[in-house]
């Protein structure tokens, strides 16, 4: 007569399962996103466009996050220190940067960066963009885009333009222009904004691609004039200034504003943030800080920043490429 091993066998069993639950218990449950405080790293000086758009949208991150969202200024290098900070930081959403323009144009003209651009970073969400200003002093004799092409190709070198210095964000906005109108202009590089609006307003240069915030209270003083704006159509805060790209085809230079976070990041953090932006970016006292900026809520997805910059680092490639530009 056999004798059965079910009690044994079911013994066993009891004691495995039991041993397990005892295992889970003890493996503490993962906290949702976020569970502290939330870090944005801005990679320039306190008090500038994009250190007030940070804080500004941080307020409204906070409130949709449940969590404290604090901005810490890391300014340096051309955004490099920043950008660094947040390359070799965790991969968990805690730390974040706020890129702009030099985030694309970097790589071209720094090849020896301490991260590499496409691998250190993963995409959250573009915040804003919108364009710089073509300005000249209201008594100069250009009035249009035309005229500044007619004089500068019957004058080569003749003409000015003034920066923040070399390789800024304006100084390449002047490179693109002379490439594709294919004329030669003289640039004037300056030690930041405040100089070089001076000798603007001064008439010791002819003419300057300066973000909107710096030039619109000029413009309504009177003392400054907007010939154009930079991006690709017309500006809606603009909208009687025609684009540069109506006269010379092709021609594109925008502020823009992404945020960053390291690259491994989960998706659904990611994700969680990226809806975080949304809805702080949306809200009415964040669209009021974009209107001296000239700039535009994009709020978009993290596929659509990746593409975005994508398509700025090509560019500008090639205009650091044929202009041979070099940083200071």
């Known amino acids: 007569m056999k004798t059965t091993r079910w009690p044994a066998i079911f013994q066993t069993l009891t004691t495995a399962l039991a041993w397990l639950a005892m295992a889970l218990l003890a493996v503490p449950a993962q906290a949702a996103f976020p569970d502290r405080t939330v870090k944005l790293i801005v990679p320039f000086a306190p008090g500038g466009g994009t ?23 890391r300014p340096g290098a051309g955004t490099i220190i920043g950008s660094e900070v947040v390359a070799k ?35 959250v969400s573009q915040v804003a963009r919108g364009p710089n200003v073509l300005v000249v002093k209201t008594e100069s004799p250009l009035k249009t ?6 004089a500068a190709r019957a004058q080569p070198g003749r003409l000015s333009y003034a920066s923040q210095g070399n390789a800024t964000s304006a100084h390449l906005a002047g490179e693109m222009f002379e490439n594709l109108a294919k004329v030669k202009m003289l640039h004037i590089p300056y030690r930041g904004a405040g100089p070089a609006m001076t000798d603007l307003l001064g008439g010791q ?8 915030a710096a030039v619109a209270p000029h413009i309504a003083a009177g003392r400054l004039r907007a010939i154009a704006v930079t991006s690709p159509e017309r500006s809606p805060a603009m909208r ?3 684009a540069i790209a109506e006269v010379v085809p092709g021609y594109a230079v925008e502020s823009w ?3 960053f976070a390291p690259a491994g990041t989960p998706a659904d953090v990611i994700g969680r943030l990226q809806q975080a932006v949304r809805l702080a970016a949306q809200a009415d006292d964040f669209k009021k800080k974009l209107e001296p900026e000239g700039l535009t809520v994009t709020a978009g997805t993290p596929q659509e920043l990746e593409a975005y910059v994508k ?5 500008w490639r090639q205009i650091v490429r044929e202009n041979n530009i070099k940083p200071d």
Not at 311 to 315: A, D, K, T
């Open 311 to 315: 398509r700025e680092e090509q560019r």
């Open 240 to 242: 009687s200034v025609p």
């Open 257 to 259: 504003y992404g945020l």
């Open 51 to 73: 250190d007030s758009i940070t804080r500004s949208l941080a307020t409204g991150m906070a409130q949709a996050l449940g969590q404290s969202v604090i901005v810490e200024n």
């Open 205 to 212: 240069v002819d003419m300057m691609f300066a973000t909107a």
């Open 89 to 123: 930081s965790p991969p968990d959403g805690y730390t974040l940067v706020m890129a702009t323009f030099a985030h694309a144009v970097n790589p071209s003209l720094m090849p020896r960066l301490p991260f590499d651009p496409d691998k250190a970073f993963a995409p």
């Open 145 to 150: 885009v035309k005229d500044l092409v007619d």
